[in-house]
């Protein structure tokens, strides 16, 4: 699958660009996120995100799910940040339009995995909900690397690839480093309880709702229920459940499974105890 085919539509890309250029020149006061899709990467949160702003009462932000302020672009400046954001004036007219006050979010996966991106976002928004998709992790991990190399980041073989992971993490050159940690981080990222205990540190186990894709996707419309319960928003059903960005289904090879169940092997009984979430062990 290219690289092409895992990005929105170019038409829809161009909009957005023209959209975020003219809102950034406008003045006036921006609405903050009420909420954060936090993560995994591969494990859905795309169609989540998606789901999410099907619902009436939610804006979508100016950039295509999410402006990655928190991570990635946390150098850029609140400022930076605010020009991506709806302005409260519009919220205003569709709170009269609509007779409730919509709410905005923001989705990156790499939230959850960034050292530092759960304590920025606190820092913010306090009282913010948390939306952490998982999936099964063995499955996140394949699809992980095979989206890399679809997009052109990974050159090297699976095998050869986790058997680099901890020295690429673990560059000297921190522009490099920080690369490979957001790139090339298949097992690091399917360490799902490390995740799960940086968020609560920041915020109240109550304001982050764990979610399953396998759930998700086998009756969208029951999980999508939980979450706007979680959002405090009224009941929505959609009419477009499809998967977003996702991948046609490849065997997964023995000996990456194998390797991946040893890297995650001490953190699954973590996950357990936190969440109640559980997945096959074989190896």
């Known amino acids: 699958?290219?690289?092409?085919?895992?990005?929105?539509?170019?038409?829809?890309?161009?909009?957005?660009?023209?959209?975020?250029?003219?809102?950034?020149?406008?003045?006036?006061?921006?609405?903050?996120?009420?909420?954060?899709?936090?993560?995994?990467?591969?494990?859905?949160?795309?169609?989540l995100d998606e789901y999410v702003v099907d619902h009436p009462l939610v804006l979508r932000g100016l950039v295509e799910k999410g402006c990655r302020y928190y991570d990635v672009n946390y150098h850029r400046g609140p400022a930076w940040f605010r020009s991506h954001l709806p302005r409260s004036a519009a919220l205003d007219r569709a709170e009269a339009r609509l007779g409730a006050?919509?709410?905005?979010?923001?989705?990156?996966?790499?939230?959850?995995?960034?050292?530092?991106?759960?304590?920025?976002?606190?820092?913010?928004?306090?009282?913010?909900?948390?939306?952490?998709?998982?999936?099964?992790?063995?499955?996140?991990?394949?699809?992980?690397?095979?989206?890399?190399?679809?997009?052109?980041?990974?050159?090297?073989?699976?095998?050869?690839?986790?058997?680099?992971?901890?020295?690429?993490?673990?560059?000297?050159?921190?522009?490099?480093?920080?690369?490979?940690?957001?790139?090339?981080?298949?097992?690091?990222?399917?360490?799902?309880?490390?995740?799960?205990?940086?968020?609560?540190?920041?915020?109240?186990?109550e304001q982050v709702l764990v979610l399953q894709s396998e759930q998700l996707f086998a009756d969208p419309a029951a999980v999508m229920a939980r979450v706007f319960e979680h959002l405090g928003l009224p009941a929505h059903t959609s009419a477009d459940y499809r998967p977003h960005k996702a991948l046609q289904e490849e065997a997964i090879p023995e000996a990456f499974r194998a390797t991946v169940l040893a890297g995650i092997a001490d953190d699954l009984p973590h996950l357990e105890s936190l969440t109640g979430v559980r997945w096959p062990t074989r190896s």
């Open 1 to 47: 699958m290219s690289s092409r085919s895992l990005l929105p539509p170019v038409s829809r890309r161009a909009a957005h660009l023209v959209r975020r250029r003219v809102q950034a020149l406008r003045p006036g006061e921006r609405e903050l996120p009420r909420y954060f899709v936090v993560g995994v990467k591969r494990g859905g949160t795309t169609s």
């Open 101 to 205: 006050r919509p709410i905005v979010g923001e989705s990156s996966p790499y939230y959850c995995y960034h050292p530092e991106a759960p304590g920025r976002i606190a820092a913010d928004v306090p009282d913010a909900r948390l939306l952490l998709m998982l999936r099964d992790p063995v499955e996140r991990a394949w699809s992980h690397y095979r989206y890399e190399v679809a997009r052109g980041f990974e050159s090297l073989p699976a095998d050869e690839a986790l058997a680099a992971e901890a020295q690429r993490l673990a560059d000297p050159d921190e522009t490099t480093r920080w690369y490979h940690h957001r790139h090339f981080s298949y097992v690091g990222r399917s360490r799902y309880a490390e995740q799960l205990r940086r968020l609560h540190e920041h915020f109240d186990p």
